[in-house]
């Protein structure tokens, strides 16, 4: 064998890719990380744009596979910022040793299956190549910018920045113009914290997300170790259970199940207190306060109505205000955005914002941008136009399975796994929080850790029975993906025309990619195919 043959070739160094470095080499197998940044932290690599930070809790968006480490680490704000969780990968790298197994900027521009002598042939924009019995695919769901369609995007002459690729060095906006298109979670980031010092700020939105308030603060140290002395109880609550594994952040963990607060159950004023108090409280799991808002229209739209309250008493300029609220999906079928005064920034003088449907953005210019009726000034601009979500990391890299099949080919009418860790025709080829699986509707942190001791265990399991290849099974992959639709089908997600649909990606295909039945029902899927036998997987 070459130097250059490995055991198994990671791609990534995100989360993923540096727990997998830590188990694989704990199990003493070779290994190399292929990673394209410079550093370690995946998505908070790359993501450094203002405002930039988790909107899932600190203490529940991190690593549980260490108690160590878990303990030692300081966690400031109850969601952590950017440069924060960055400095977290980076000691987790450091403090795992994993650095010597990770070979940094370097781009894999194909993956080849050779199922003679079994083993993938990996190539980077190097010009190197490697192989490897198993390649493991640690992309992430959010890592390919997504680029408009929008005409004279490349004549702008001022200051342009992607929120998915910001500089690495310092960037001001004292006494600048400034336009941003994008009103997702990185948009509704962004702005409050660019309008703080821009001269003038022009939000360009086609169309308004739903936000809640972070309620942000800094971490208590004392209610915070008190907080871990509990933390394996909180860890066994995040990964159990329908939801999309978060837990509760209280001192103490829930114990047994909590009986589901159902819409057509509750009288108008305690639903609207049930709110109310997730509301004030803050985060994402205002979602799940009244436990059917994704299941039932009805309990959805006097959610959203609650929502729009909020956002024309929050909003001073009552044309601005119903701008801003989102009427075209149910709440929560787009990716819910968790803010710090995005509503309020509205009500600064030198923040205006756009609407983009009843104005149209006719094209960009040199000197700004061109609506139908009037030309906007800009020093800056800025996009936060999202990703190519979930597949596009895939798609882009050229992997070619049994008899050539390329990926892009077997996934041409939508993306096909097996629990969205295998798909047909890519032996010994794995996915971390591929499509098919929890990935993007729950806290990365459990998945990821899930997926990896999943496929360390198998690989385990591999070596023990002495099997060199592993393939999903085409019937049982059609039973998965129909399970993973009919799943989504007892939603409102299909009505969000999200990312999560591929929707925000001209010529995408359009089938909800993740598996919308929650971290523990997923987690139970995994462990009884195990349990029996591997079922739907083929070794030999
Ligand atoms: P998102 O959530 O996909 O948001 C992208 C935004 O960009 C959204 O408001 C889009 O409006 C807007 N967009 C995209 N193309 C255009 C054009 N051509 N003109 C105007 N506006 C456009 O990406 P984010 O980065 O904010 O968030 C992604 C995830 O990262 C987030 O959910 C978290 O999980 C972290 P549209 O809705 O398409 O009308």
Same mark, same amino acid.
């Given at each position: 064998m070459s130097k250059q043959h490995f055991e198994v070739i990671v791609v990534g160094a995100g989360f993923a890719g540096l727990y997998l470095a830590h188990k694989l080499t704990t199990q003493g197998r070779t290994l190399r990380v292929l990673e394209q940044g410079s550093d370690v932290g995946g998505t908070w690599y790359w993501n450094r744009y203002p405002g930039a930070r988790c909107d899932a809790e600190s203490l529940a968006y991190s690593f549980s596979f260490s108690s160590e480490l878990e303990q030692?680490?300081?966690?400031?704000?109850?969601?952590?910022?950017q440069p924060e969780i960055l400095s977290y990968a980076r000691h987790v790298a450091d403090q795992f040793q994993l650095r &010597?197994? $990770? *070979?940094? #900027?370097?781009? +894999?521009?194909? !993956? =080849?299956? *050779? /199922?003679?002598?079994?083993?993938?042939v990996i190539e980077t924009a190097l010009g190197e190549r490697f192989t490897a019995d198993f390649c493991v695919m640690a992309t992430?769901?959010?890592?390919?910018?997504?680029?408009?369609? =929008? &005409?004279?995007?490349?004549?702008? %002459?001022?200051?342009?920045?992607?929120?998915? *690729?910001?500089?690495? /060095?310092?960037?001001?906006?004292?006494?600048?113009r400034v336009g941003i298109i994008g009103t997702g979670s990185s948009g509704i980031q962004a702005i409050p914290v660019i309008a703080a010092s821009a001269a003038h700020l022009t939000v360009f939105q086609r169309t308004p997300n739903f936000s809640v308030p972070a309620n942000n603060y800094e971490l208590d140290p004392d209610w915070v170790s008190e907080f871990k002395q509990h933390y394996p109880?909180?860890?066994?609550?995040?990964?159990? @259970?329908?939801?999309?594994?978060?837990?509760?952040?209280?001192?103490? &963990?829930?114990? @047994?199940? +909590?009986? &589901? +607060? $159902?819409? #057509?159950?509750?009288s108008e004023p305690a639903a609207t207190a049930l709110l109310e108090a997730a509301w004030q409280r803050g985060g994402a799991r205002f979602m799940a306060v009244i436990n059917d808002t994704l299941m039932n229209l009805e309990a959805n739209q006097f959610v959203q109505a609650f929502v729009h309250k909020k956002i024309r008493s929050l909003v001073k300029d009552p044309v601005t205000a119903a701008a801003l609220c989102p009427t075209t999906h149910p709440i929560g079928t787009r990716r819910i955005c968790v803010d710090i005064n995005y509503y309020e920034t509205y009500n600064q003088d030198h923040v205006r914002l756009v609407n983009l449907r009843e104005t149209p953005l006719v094209e $960009?210019?040199?000197? @700004? =941008? !061109?609506?139908?009726?009037?030309?906007?000034?800009?020093?800056?601009?800025? $996009?936060?136009?999202?990703?190519? %979500?979930?597949?596009?990391?895939?798609?882009?890299?050229n992997i070619q399975g049994v008899g050539g099949l390329a990926l892009e080919d077997a996934w041409h009418a939508g993306p096909r796994t097996y629990l969205g860790l295998m798909s047909v025709g890519f032996p010994n080829l794995f996915m971390v929080t591929g499509p098919g699986s929890p990935s993007v509707l729950s806290n990365m942190l459990v998945s990821i850790e899930q997926h990896v001791d999943w496929i360390v265990n198998c690989l385990t399991k591999m070596r023990a029975d002495n099997h060199r290849m592993i393939r999903a099974e085409e019937a049982a992959q059609d039973q998965w993906m129909a399970h993973v639709q009919m799943v989504a089908e007892a939603t409102l997600f299909p009505q969000g025309g999200s990312w999560y649909l591929g929707a925000n990606v001209p010529g995408k295909p359009r089938i909800f990619m993740p598996y919308a039945a929650g971290v523990g029902a997923y987690r139970e899927a995994c462990e009884a195919v195990v349990a029996k036998g591997y079922r739907g997987f083929e070794f030999a």
């Open positions: 030692t680490w300081h966690w400031s704000e109850r969601y952590a910022q &010597p197994l $990770i *070979q940094f #900027n370097t781009q +894999v521009t194909s !993956a =080849i299956w *050779q /199922e003679l002598p079994c083993h993938w992430g769901c959010l890592s390919v910018p997504q680029r408009p369609d =929008i &005409p004279g995007l490349e004549t702008f %002459a001022g200051n342009f920045y992607q929120a998915s *690729q910001w500089p690495h /060095e310092p960037v001001g906006f004292e006494a600048e109880a909180h860890r066994a609550n995040h990964r159990a @259970g329908n939801g999309s594994g978060f837990g509760d952040l209280d001192i103490l &963990p829930r114990s @047994g199940p +909590v009986d &589901p +607060v $159902i819409f #057509n159950e509750l $960009i210019t040199p000197k @700004g =941008i !061109a609506l139908d009726k009037e030309h906007i000034e800009l020093d800056t601009l800025v $996009i936060a136009t999202g990703f190519d %979500a979930m597949t596009g990391a895939l798609r882009n890299m």
